[in-house]
T-cell receptor, first 111, second 114 residues
Framework: AQSVTQPDIHITVSEGASLELRCNYS??????LFWYVQSPGQGLQLLLK??????LVQGIKGFEAEFKRSQSSFNLRKPSVHWSDAAEYFC?????????FGKGTKLSVKP | DAGVTQSPTHLIKTRGQQVTLRCSPI?????VSWYQQVLGQGPQFIFQ???????GRGNFPDRFSARQFPNYSSELNVNALLLGDSALYLC?????????????FGPGTRLTVL
């Protein structure tokens, strides 16, 4: 069965530091992969998506992610974190109307 | 342009009651999906509807049902509420039901079952 794993429940980084959030997927074929962000009391906002082609994907708010088939990973990165990036981040996989989400990683940002 | 809207924002029910949640998709979007997000977890897929037909169903009991109307809005119904149904219910809309298809999420309805 298809699954998405986010190994880190909570990560704290200092403002201005770099960030990497991990995501591993389990899927037979090349999956469609997504990263969403959720602020408290808000819905989910799409940061970026990967369907095919270039394995390095650029998204909104300065985020990028790299698809690595050999590692079944789709890690999210940002070179310099801002305090406003504090939120919960979800990795998801799926191609049709039913996305499979990981459990999320909560990001805290220290001043 | 308006995004996905959901109503109500918050809802408190007691065990055994029934609840109806509503979702209006982005204009032009024909597919609506419903997700349940329990506190501390990622969203779990409940249903997808496209052109008023059910296109997918997650691992939820028959107490959960949904429908889509001719204007593509949708309702999610939950009967015989249990404490474990307390969650944020998210609606997402997309242009089509498959393929390179971004889903746009609404703000959700927070359901509390006492």
């Amino acid at each position: 069965a298809q699954s998405v794993t986010q190994p880190d429940i909570h990560i704290t980084v200092s403002e201005g530091a770099s960030l990497e959030l991990r995501c591993n997927y389990s899927y037979g074929a090349t999956p469609y992969l997504f990263w969403y962000v959720q602020s408290p009391g808000q819905g989910l906002q799409l940061l970026l998506k990967y369907f095919s082609g270039d394995t390095l994907v650029q998204g909104i708010k300065g985020f990028e992610a790299e698809f690595k088939r050999s590692q079944s990973s789709f890690n999210l990165r940002k070179p310099s974190v801002h305090w406003s990036d504090a939120a919960e981040y979800f990795c998801a996989s799926g191609s049709q109307g039913n996305l499979i989400f990981g459990k999320g990683t909560k990001l805290s940002v220290k001043p | 342009d308006a995004g996905v809207t959901q109503s109500p924002t918050h809802l408190i029910k007691t065990r055994g009651q029934q609840v109806t949640l509503r979702c209006s998709p982005i204009s032009g979007h024909k597919s609506v999906s419903w997700y349940q997000q329990v506190l501390g977890q990622g969203p779990q897929f409940i249903f997808q509807y496209y052109e008023k037909e059910e296109r997918g169903r997650g691992n939820f009991p028959d107490r959960f049902s949904a429908r889509q109307f001719p204007n593509y809005s949708s309702e999610l119904n939950v009967n015989a509420l249990l404490l474990g149904d307390s969650a944020l219910y998210l609606c997402a809309s997309s242009l089509q039901d498959r393929g390179h298809n971004e889903q746009f999420f609404g703000p959700g309805t927070r359901l509390t079952v006492l």
